[in-house]
């Protein structure tokens, strides 16, 4: 049976790893310094396995990573306990050579408008503070970066029609115009590709929710799914292939990529829609 490597643990080894290269050290010579078998120190960078607690104190001394890695193990073990990990999103995306995504309620993040997104934030966690909300918008930003990558990851949206009709913020229909004009920017330009599923579809395969799909290099892929308040990682193989074989259930039921830009450039087109 092979063993998933969770992301967050993944993050982890690849930081003992760079301190260990930092000093030329090799696996053996950590392993033996702190006490443990090589195939345990080797399974640690790999991410296959949660290096022990009691370990984690050694480990910074040894790599002489003045606290730092006590902080990153912290962070992972946080993550993997707690299903709000939309800390571990961009990660994941950095990482990716193809990312999937769902959105069957607002347009996907990576490819909302600095305004769109602050809207969407707004309505989704009404009461937060501006500040906070500002930290978000530059978060989700950031994130958008992978866009002018080289190579930049194969990005393929399902988008319902729904989501190009709903206002977000009480911004009224400027802002949703603003955020369609965007993605059919993205979409014309190659950075995205993008398919609408229509309102009349007679088959919804989709009514789990927005989720997303996400393949590596040379590593498990793995799936998250959106919940009200947060975003969790799917790691468990059976699981990601749920919903992977929803993915294509919707993606046969969704319109192509031409027939797309056509409906998004008409509907850039009629200002009064």
């Keep these: 049976m092979v063993r998933h490597i969770d992301p967050a643990w993944r993050t982890f080894g690849r930081s003992m790893r760079g301190f260990r290269d930092s000093l030329g050290l090799r696996q053996a010579d950590v392993a033996d310094a702190i006490g443990v078998v090589i195939s345990h120190y080797s399974s640690w960078e790999t991410g296959k396995r949660r290096p022990d607690p009691k370990y984690v104190n050694h480990l910074d001394e040894e790599l002489q990573a003045s606290g730092r890695l006590v902080e990153a193990w912290e962070k992972a073990n946080r993550q993997v306990q707690t299903p709000m990990r ?3 999103l961009p990660d994941l995306e950095a990482a990716s050579t193809q990312i999937r995504e769902y ?15 602050r809207a969407v934030f707004e309505d989704t966690f009404p009461g937060m503070s501006a500040d906070r909300v500002d930290q978000l918008v530059r978060a989700r930003m950031d994130r ?3 866009l002018d990558r080289d190579p930049r990851p194969l990005i ?7 989501v190009l009709h709903q206002q977000v913020g009480g911004r009224g229909l400027a802002l949703l115009r603003d955020q369609r004009r965007r993605l059919l920017a993205d979409a014309e330009a190659g950075r995205v590709r993008a398919q609408i599923i229509p309102r009349d579809t007679g088959r919804h395969y989709g ?3 927005a989720f997303r799909l996400y393949t590596f290099a040379g590593e498990p892929p ?3 799914a959106e919940y009200m308040t947060g ?3 799917i790691s468990d193989p059976e699981r990601h292939q749920e919903c992977l074989t929803s993915f294509g259930l919707l993606q046969g039921e969704a319109l192509p990529e031409a027939a797309t830009l056509k409906m998004l450039q008409e509907m850039v087109n009629d200002n009064g829609n």
């Design 86 to 88: 939309f800390a571990e």
């Design 144 to 146: 958008q970066e992978i």
């Design 156 to 162: 393929i949206l399902l988008i319902t029609e729904g």
């Design 207 to 209: 009514n789990g929710g």
């Design 231 to 233: 975003e969790i990682v």
């Design 222 to 224: 793995v799936a998250s």
């Design 103 to 117: 959105q069957p309620l607002v347009f996907p993040g990576l490819i909302q408008t600095a305004e769109y997104a």
